[in-house]
């Protein structure tokens, strides 16, 4: 199993442009989640989903869309970025009340 | 809205002594409380789950408690070395779909 992947590692934007981070899971998990991580914030949840085609907000979820067509693809999109979406940011997958996957992450600077 | 907390934010150790790192959590309605481990640069690496209704977990040399009557979890590492250097996180889940709730994290060097 490759467990939770993340693409790209790195990416640099300008301000106003969009991207997508790509999020894969292959451990058949219903529930997946994004988290940015800030210096002096920790880690706060963006969205999740709780099976294909059901999305919620988390606690910072302004800037950022999400959509779950299939079990193992959860893709987060940044519909016009901005600097105060430099960040790192996790994705995550699990079972219902079990243990936590989180992938490699993903380092987004925008100038 | 659950607020976890990590202290010390920072702890130095010399090789071979025992880590003590504490959780506190302000809402004892949780599903389950991770800790996970964090090198620099990297992602998050699972280290134990324990379920709301369990009072501890062991794996190796890591044992973590929980204490949701007093909002405390606490995770003990026996017999420091060098690799555990480190920053490790809690994370309380907030409902059974396991949205996680951070502390800030406890950065942990342990010189040889």
């Known amino acids: 199993n490759a467990g939770v992947t993340q693409t790209p590692k790195f990416q640099v934007l300008k301000t106003g442009q969009s991207m997508t981070l790509q999020c894969a899971q292959d451990?058949?998990?219903?529930?997946m989640s994004w988290y940015r991580q800030d210096p002096g914030m920790g880690l706060r949840l963006i969205h999740y989903?709780?099976?294909?085609?059901?999305?919620d907000q988390g606690e910072v979820p302004n800037g950022y869309n999400v959509s779950r067509s299939t079990t193992e693809d959860f893709p987060l999109r940044l519909l016009s970025a901005a600097p105060s979406q430099t960040s790192v940011y996790f994705c995550?997958?699990?079972?219902?009340?079990?243990?936590?996957?989180f992938g490699p992450g993903t380092r987004l600077t925008v100038t | 809205k659950q607020e976890v907390t990590q202290i010390p934010a920072a702890l130095s150790v010399p090789e071979g002594e025992n880590l003590v790192l504490n959780c506190s959590f302000t809402?004892?309605?949780?599903?389950?409380l991770q800790w996970f481990r964090q090198d620099p640069g990297k992602g998050l690496t699972s280290l134990l789950l324990?379920?709301?209704?369990?009072r501890e977990q062991t794996s190796g040399r890591l044992n973590a408690s929980l204490d949701k009557s007093s909002g405390r979890s606490t995770l003990y590492i026996a017999a420091s070395q060098p690799g555990d250097s480190a920053t490790y996180l809690c994370a309380a889940s907030t409902d059974s779909w396991g949205k996680l709730q951070f502390g800030a994290g406890t950065q942990v060097v342990v010189t040889p």
């Open positions: 995550a997958s699990s079972r219902t009340t079990g243990e936590q996957y």
């Open positions: 451990m058949n998990h219903e529930y």
């Open positions: 324990i379920q709301s209704s369990q």
């Open positions: 809402d004892s309605a949780i599903y389950n």
């Open positions: 989903s709780v099976g294909a085609g059901i999305t």
